[in-house]
């Protein structure tokens, strides 16, 4: 049985054969280096993702914060919902403590990740 060749030739296509090379000063390439760590990705995807707008892996602690974030915004909305439909039960103490405790989760998360 014959393998399909167009599926080598786009592998072959894809493989990073070519170099490019850049002059840069030592204090530049410093600077695409700590940026490059401070993503935790390599000088060369740092570079990728910059230049041609390529989407990177999110490490599972941005990833969870993210959906954290997301959580909060949704219970956020629930909370706005209901005060807009029962603005005349609505205790306005009520809302500015929730308001509060959503305020002292994102405080948390953001301090979670530092």
């Known amino acids: 049985m014959r393998k399909n060749s167009s599926s080598k030739k786009e592998n072959f296509e894809n493989r990073k054969t070519?170099?490019?090379?850049?002059?840069?000063?030592?204090n530049e390439k410093n600077l695409l280096m700590q940026k490059a760590n401070e993503l935790g990705?390599?000088?060369?995807?740092?570079?990728?993702?910059?230049?041609?707008?390529?989407?990177?892996?999110?490490?599972?602690?941005?990833?969870?914060?993210?959906?954290?974030?997301?959580?909060i915004g949704a219970n956020l909305n629930q909370l706005a919902?209901?005060?807009?439909?029962?603005?005349?039960?609505?205790?306005?103490?009520?809302?500015?403590?929730?308001l509060a405790?959503?305020?002292?989760?994102?405080?948390?998360l953001h301090h979670k990740e530092e």
């Open 81 to 98: 919902t209901w005060a807009n439909i029962y603005k005349s039960k609505a205790e306005a103490l009520e809302v500015v403590l929730a």
């Open 41 to 71: 990705l390599s000088l060369t995807d740092f570079i990728r993702v910059r230049t041609l707008n390529y989407r990177v892996r999110q490490d599972p602690l941005i990833k969870e914060y993210l959906f954290q974030l997301a959580r």
């Open 101 to 108: 405790d959503f305020e002292k989760e994102l405080h948390a």
């Open 18 to 26: 070519a170099w490019i090379k850049i002059r840069v000063t030592p």
